[in-house]
T-cell receptor
C-alpha cells in the first residue's frame, strides 16, 4: 500500500526566506513522487517529479526537491520565497500505477 | 494547447436533481481521471479511463455516481440524484500515459447542492 504524509497543513515564511515543505511517503516498491501547486480557484499544476533518475529534482518557479530513500522523504524547497508562491502544495506518490495518492496539502503563506 | 477543459466552472443545484459535469482532455492523452476535492477528505480518485475504457471505478462513492467517456475528447461525470454531501470541487485530469508522466488538471467544477 502507498501513502503520503505532509507535515504541517499551514506554513508561513517571510518574503525572501527559505521555503521548506515536508513530504514523507510509504511505498512497497520504488515510488514515483510528485509535487503539485494549486492557486485559488484553479486546478493543480505539476511543479516537479521524481522518476528514479537524479535524486535532486528541479522544477518550475525555482522549486526543487530531494528524494531521500533512507528517510522516505521528498521535501520541497525554494531558497527565497516570493509573494507569488502563496498557494497550496500537494505531494503525491505512485507505486507504479496510475492511481496517484495525494497528501492532504500544505497551505503556504508568504509574509511581506 | 488549451489544456484540460471542464464545464461548468460552478454549479448550484437542488437536492434530488441530476448533475452532469463535463471534461475535454488534452488531445493525444490516453488516460483520463476524475477526482473530487473536499476539505474533509482531500483529493479522492473517483474513476479513471484508458483509451475511453473505464479501468478502475472503485473510488466512485455510490451508484448515484456514473462516468462515461464516449470518445477520446469528451467525458462526463453524472450524479443522480444529487445530495448536499456531494458538494465539492470535481477535477478532471488527463495524462499521456506512463506512471511517471504526471497529470494535467483542469480548473475544476465547484458543485454546491442545496
Amino acid at each position: 500500500a502507498q501513502s503520503v504524509t505532509q507535515l504541517g497543513s499551514h506554513v508561513s515564511v517571510s518574503e525572501g526566506a527559505l521555503v521548506l515543505l515536508r513530504c514523507n511517503y510509504s511505498s512497497s516498491v520504488p515510488p514515483y513522487l510528485f509535487w503539485y501547486v494549486q492557486y485559488p480557484n484553479q486546478g493543480l499544476q505539476l511543479l516537479l517529479k521524481y522518476t528514479s533518475a537524479a535524486t535532486l529534482v528541479k522544477g518550475i518557479n525555482g522549486f526543487e526537491a530531494e528524494f531521500k530513500k533512507s528517510e522516505t522523504s521528498f521535501h520541497l524547497t525554494k531558497p527565497s520565497a516570493h509573494m507569488s508562491d502563496a498557494a497550496e502544495y500537494f505531494c503525491a506518490v505512485s507505486s507504479g500505477t496510475y492511481k496517484y495518492i495525494f497528501g492532504t496539502g500544505t497551505r503556504l503563506k508568504v509574509l511581506a | 494547447d488549451a489544456g484540460v477543459i471542464q464545464s461548468p466552472r460552478h454549479e448550484v443545484t437542488e437536492m434530488g436533481q441530476e448533475v452532469t459535469l463535463r471534461c475535454k482532455p488534452i488531445s493525444g492523452h490516453d488516460y483520463l481521471f476524475w477526482y473530487r476535492q473536499t476539505m474533509m477528505r482531500g483529493l479522492e480518485l473517483l474513476i479513471y479511463f484508458n483509451n475511453n475504457v473505464p479501468i478502475d471505478d472503485s473510488g466512485m462513492p455510490e451508484d448515484r455516481f456514473s462516468a462515461k467517456m464516449p470518445n477520446a475528447s469528451f467525458s462526463t461525470l453524472k450524479i443522480q440524484p444529487s445530495e448536499p454531501r456531494d458538494s465539492a470541487v470535481y477535477f478532471c485530469a488527463s495524462s499521456l500515459g506512463g506512471f511517471s508522466y504526471g497529470y494535467t488538471f483542469g480548473s475544476g467544477t465547484r458543485l454546491t447542492v442545496v
